[in-house]
């Protein structure tokens, strides 16, 4: 594992920032493409996916993540026509082409699309029931209300967010992780029908939400008691606000980013390395929910754990998140690759038994200064019953450990 010095000096599996010139509105077109690589990483986001034929776009981004489909479309103003104007006429293409982008996908027209890192992917809609239309808007004017222009936004079937590209540039990133972004448009589609939502100031519109998230967050979640649901409402305003952007302790999240941009990066050679990439996008999943703050607070724990085990004791802790029915076991040991497998298989498999969780993940590294590599595991399914009795006759090796 890398000390936090060299983990904020590296870029975590993101696509180079765009150079300026060029085709006008391929530039504004790949900032957008960038900022969402910033939430989602790049295993997730597919830029300028092929449409029903060869010739034809489908998007200019699609975003695949767990059970959501987010379909992008962006338009940059060149010349002085009147912003306004402008404004109108290219809100109604990029939804006429949502709309498309949307029917296509939904009945079956595009089969796979084509992933950088994992290649062909099998698309089969049903697997998404979640689907959200995001129209960006490169241009210079005075706020508006997009859904004056446009009414017909409203009547998609589906949530359509429409920013400025200046606007989304502060959508990512004050809400730069999948576990943050997702519902952040899900609580701006609660609240739109409330509150006047301006293109062009969204940092005036997040201060107008506020005061909504908690009602929202009662009408639609059930959490397990008043602290809990205070507590998740103070974490959604302080990211909301980009009180996470000006933390000292924001750099503790990259640990997290780290092993995502690392997932897909494993050596085949390694005999517990076995698959099609799949479970990497799983892992890559797992850990993509994990919000800004929590990825600050597991971070600062990995990296008391990497300075633990560098005197050569094995240092572990668990995460668990019952809202999901997920744990996941970190891992640091100087142990061999194979030695540290078969201790972060046990200890996956005994935090499974012992939380009764759906799905339980573990990441294995090396104390700091060893270099940087992970190993990571995935059960969707309780140990076997022989498995289970054997793992009840072991001390509860998380019996120190409060989950994080």
């Known amino acids: 594992m890398l000390d936090l010095d060299k983990l904020s000096r590296l870029r975590f599996g993101m696509s180079d920032v765009p150079e300026i010139g060029g085709q006008p509105g391929i530039y504004e077109e790949k900032w957008s493409q960038w900022f969402l690589e910033r939430s989602f990483f790049r295993d997730f986001v597919y830029r300028n996916p092929r449409g029903k034929k060869k010739w034809q776009e489908l998007a200019d981004a699609v975003v695949l993540f767990d059970d959501v489909v987010l379909m992008v479309q962006v338009k940059a103003q060149c010349g ?17 082409q949502l709309c498309e982008t949307h029917k296509s996908l939904v009945e079956g027209h595009i089969k796979k699309l084509k992933n950088d890192f994992y290649g062909e992917i099998e698309f089969d809609p049903k697997s998404y029931p979640n689907w959200i ?18 009414p017909a936004i409203l009547t998609a079937g589906f949530p359509v967010h429409v920013f400025s590209l200046r606007d989304f540039a502060v959508v990512a990133s004050r809400f730069d992780t999948a576990g943050d972004l997702i519902p952040f448009l899900e609580l701006r589609g609660d609240i739109a029908g409330k509150e006047a939502l301006l293109v062009q100031d969204e940092i005036g519109n997040i201060e107008h939400m506020i005061p909504h998230v908690e009602g929202v967050l009662r009408a ?23 009180k996470l952007l000006e933390s000292p302790e924001w750099r503790y999240g990259l640990v997290i980013d780290d092993m995502i941009a690392q997932v897909h ?47 050569g004791k094995p240092d572990w802790f668990p995460h668990v998140q019952p809202s999901r029915g997920t744990a996941c076991v970190y891992l640091v040991t100087p142990q061999s690759r194979p030695q540290r497998v078969e201790t972060l298989r046990f200890l996956v498999a005994y935090a499974h038994m012992k939380y009764c969780v759906r799905q339980c993940l573990g990441v294995a ?40």
Not at 293 to 301: D, H, N, T, Y
């Open 80 to 96: 002085r026509h009147d912003p306004i104007s402008w404004a109108t006429e290219k809100l109604l293409e990029a939804f006429n």
């Open 133 to 150: 239309g995001l129209i960006i808007l490169a241009h210079n004017s005075a706020p508006y209300i997009a859904a004056k222009l446009v």
């Open 220 to 242: 639609h979640t059930s959490p397990t008691s008043e602290e809990t649901l205070q507590k998740t409402v103070r974490a959604i305003e302080e990211a909301a606000r980009g």
């Open 265 to 311: 990066d494993v050596d085949p050679a390694l005999p517990w390395n076995k698959g099609d990439g799949h479970s990497s996008m799983e892992v890559a999943r797992f850990l993509g929910w994990l919000t800004r703050g929590r990825r600050i607070r597991l971070g600062k724990r990995i990296i008391a754990a990497c300075e633990a085990a560098r005197g």
């Open 365 to 404: 590294t090396e104390p700091i200064g060893n270099g940087r590599s992970y190993d990571f595991l995935v059960t969707r399914t309780p140990p076997p019953p022989a498995l289970l009795e054997q793992l009840k006759t072991f001390d509860d090796p998380f019996s120190s450990e409060a989950p994080l």
